[in-house]
């Protein structure tokens, strides 16, 4: 008769004990490292990283703790895609653009000019087969991509003398990277590019004439307006999404409330970054302006833009012409742009020309 | 020995057992319920509902499951903050200008005639103070409010005559609600209210001569493009917002990690019902102009637009002349719009207005 109980309570023990390590698995932590691009006090592109980490632990009750190594650490600002695909570090907060060197396939996403808006980026993400196209291009580098967050429309950048006339841009010397710099190049701008902690000097001592950053939220604290009085609107960044990456297996490993909440946390902070920066580019704007009244917002004339637009489309005719998938990833924007576009001229676009 | 061995094992249980209850209670599920406005088949305004509830219950890992009854089933569909203030619902899903007869402070969360566009909004709500005023004034109904979806601009109706001049507007039948149905009868319109089932009917058969309704994502299953050739621009809703309310006690037992993910759901679901119907807008109305290519967009004449803006500031002036606390609501809106615009302008219109 003991002898039954005993083994009853045992067997409640080892039922017990069996219980608990259940649980206990279902609550196991889930450690994760995250390389950034930026430095640490970069925002709001810095930010929307701390936010989606600081968020996925909150909403996973401790569950999920994201460690983040910014550029300072890793000292690899521009090999995020890399680091996360060879397993150095789980997850990435960067741009998917700043790959395209490895990869032109991954341009796209970031920002195309004279493209998509944020709003409408998202919605071709979201809803318009985007974000699909976007994992098609990232899986052969085995990591999942998620948008991460918009600085919105980019200013085209600070200029120290107007740009009237094509010949205005002949020789004329600017620090302008990537896609848009091969744009004005083809225009006669000669392209030079510059570390960033040389610019304000390289500006002020002539030997560039313009240069483009971000928009006045980044641009304010590099002094630029100090110097260039013209800053021009506008046409090769209008809606430049950051990404986060992370490790196809590390991401396969959670559990799927886990992945649910990591995806979650990214979305948000995502949108979260594009209302941040609205809304700190109107501050730092203001302030520009009331401490340097003579600087003055200018577009490029209509020859120029429309020169711009030409050498836009030869260059992604000359791109896409032996590489499918890029061609199918930039139609698909091209066919989006132009239905939402009607409805961003009768929305927004009409309500703003009557109310600025 | 025996029984100092047994004490043991039962000693070893009843931790056991505490460690489970305890485990359990952490795992305790929380059922919610949540009334909406909307009939269950109202996109996109019933899928942010949704999606909040779907999103809550995922990220807990099941432990917040919230219920949702849509207007056909609790038969109040402007009576949520009622419902929810008076605890027969936990939370509610509606837009707080519908309580304007109850409240009117609530009236300025929604959308002001000439007012912020959605990210403009978003940016005066989570940076600019928007958010914290909006907890001043709920807090009088024992509810917290959160954003909880914009449709974006509004369009500002379907009209069977070209309005060309003041005069136009003199007599004219319109169902038009709200504080926008207050400045249009202040131009001389014959305001009516109609029931939504009843509106197409009443347009065919000149009943009316106009009616404002949302916009194409909403209007196309009105059917009014097929009878009404004239869709004028929003000038009146320019980021209509819909929100969530929670009752505060019900809101202050939940453990701190379940509210981290109830707020967080309802931001997430908010800023994707703006994208989800920006993407619907742009494709209904794709399929309504395909459709009837003789639809016209238009814009309100200056004279009409002036009309309207001073009838707008005459309304606020009379409306807050003996109200400190809506005064201090909209004179935050107007600061905030006045910074905020002037970025709005460098940088979508700029660039929107080379790019159509």
């Known amino acids: 008769?003991?002898?039954?109980?005993?083994?009853?309570?045992?067997?409640?023990?080892?039922?017990?004990?069996?219980?608990?390590?259940?649980?206990?698995?279902?609550?196991?932590?889930?450690?994760?490292?995250?390389?950034?691009?930026?430095?640490?006090?970069?925002?709001?592109?810095?930010?929307?990283?701390?936010?989606?980490?600081?968020?996925?632990?909150?909403?996973?009750?401790?569950?999920?703790?994201?460690?983040?190594?910014?550029?300072?650490?890793?000292?690899?600002?521009?090999?995020?895609?890399?680091?996360?695909?060879?397993?150095?570090?789980?997850?990435?907060?960067?741009?998917?653009?700043?790959w395209k060197g490895k990869d032109i396939n991954t341009l796209p996403f970031t920002s195309m000019p004279f493209g998509l808006t944020s709003p409408e980026q998202y919605a071709w993400f979201y809803h318009g087969g985007g974000l699909e196209l976007m994992q098609k291009v990232y899986n052969k580098h085995h990591v999942y991509s998620f948008p991460g967050g918009s600085t919105g429309v980019q200013m085209g950048g600070w200029f120290r003398k107007e740009i009237k006339t094509l010949t205005d841009l002949q020789g004329l010397k600017m620090r302008i990277p990537g896609f848009a710099g091969e744009i004005m190049a083809r225009l006669g701008v000669q392209v030079t590019n510059i570390a960033p902690g040389e610019l304000y000097?390289?500006?002020?001592?002539?030997?560039?004439?313009?240069?483009?950053?971000?928009?006045?939220?980044?641009?304010?604290?590099?002094?630029?307006h100090k110097i260039a009085p013209f800053y021009y609107t506008g046409w090769h960044e209008p809606a430049s999404e950051m990404h986060f990456i992370i490790n196809q297996k590390v991401y396969k490993k959670l559990p799927k409330h886990l992945q649910d909440i990591l995806v979650a946390s990214m979305r948000l902070a995502a949108y979260d970054m594009y209302i941040q920066n609205y809304d700190m580019n109107a501050s730092a704007w203001e302030m520009m302006k009331k401490e340097y009244p003579?600087?003055?917002?200018?577009?490029?004339?209509?020859?120029?833009?429309?020169?711009?637009?030409?050498?836009?489309?030869?260059?992604?005719?000359?791109?896409?012409?032996?590489?499918?998938?890029?061609?199918?990833?930039?139609d698909s924007q091209k066919a989006y742009q132009k239905k939402v576009r009607v409805w961003t001229q009768m929305s927004d676009y009409l309500y703003l020309k009557d109310n600025l």
Chains 1, 2 share one sequence.
Not at 210 to 221: C, F, K, Q, R, Y
Not at 300 to 317: R, V, W, Y
């Open 1 to 98: 008769m003991k002898r039954i109980m005993m083994k009853t309570v045992l067997k409640i023990i080892f039922v017990g004990c069996c219980m608990l390590l259940t649980l206990h698995a279902n609550e196991k932590v889930y450690k994760l490292k995250m390389a950034t691009t930026w430095g640490p006090t970069l925002s709001p592109l810095i930010d929307a990283a701390n936010n989606m980490a600081k968020m996925a632990e909150e909403l996973s009750n401790g569950q999920l703790q994201i460690r983040i190594d910014t550029a300072n650490k890793h000292k690899s600002p521009l090999g995020i895609l890399d680091m996360v695909k060879g397993g150095q570090y789980d997850m990435g907060h960067s741009a998917s653009y700043y």
């Open 201 to 224: 000097t390289a500006l002020e001592t002539n030997s560039i004439d313009a240069l483009e950053w971000v928009g006045p939220s980044m641009d304010i604290t590099m002094g630029f």
């Open 294 to 330: 003579n600087i003055m917002v200018k577009t490029f004339p209509k020859p120029i833009m429309d020169a711009m637009k030409k050498a836009n489309e030869e260059l992604i005719i000359e791109m896409t012409q032996d590489n499918a998938l890029l061609k199918e990833v930039l």
